[in-house]
Nanobody, 125 residues
Framework: EVQLVESGGGLVQAGGSLRLSCAAS????????LGWYRQAPGQKREGLAW????????DYINSVKGRFTISSDSAEKVVYLEMTELKPEDTAVYFC??????????????????WGQGIQVTVSS
């Protein structure tokens, strides 16, 4: 059974940093594409960053480039999202997702196969 468990969320002041972690199990980590998404109240879910642990490829949406960094640890089967220069508009529930299809096929899409339960990030002004 595929499981994705996020941790590291919480309350932070604007300009601060947080690192989210997603512990993965139940699948061959290096063969999947992993991503981070978020959903703010009343808004659609938004894809933020994606990584191919096997090939080290990453991609980001423009609004988080330079502020957020996605990385992974294949030995520990964890994917991270390092978030810096946080803004109040970054407040949302953040989700980790995994998909068995190649990076080039799924980067940027919303229909990943597996999802974590989500974790709240709140940025105060």
């Amino acid at each position: 059974e595929v499981q994705l468990v996020e941790s590291g969320g919480g309350l932070v002041q604007a300009g601060g940093s947080l690192r989210l972690s997603c512990a993965a199990s139940g699948f061959t980590f290096d063969r999947y594409t992993l991503g981070w998404y978020r959903q703010a109240p009343g808004q659609k879910r938004e894809g933020l960053a994606w990584i191919s642990p096997r090939y080290g490829r990453t991609d980001y949406i423009n609004s988080v480039k330079g502020r957020f960094t996605i990385s992974s640890d294949s030995a520990e089967k964890v994917v991270y999202l390092e978030m810096t220069e946080l803004k109040p508009e970054d407040t949302a529930v953040y989700f980790c997702a995994a998909d068995p299809n190649p990076f080039w096929m799924v980067v940027g899409i919303d229909e990943f196969h597996h999802w974590g339960q989500g974790i709240q990030v709140t940025v105060s002004s």
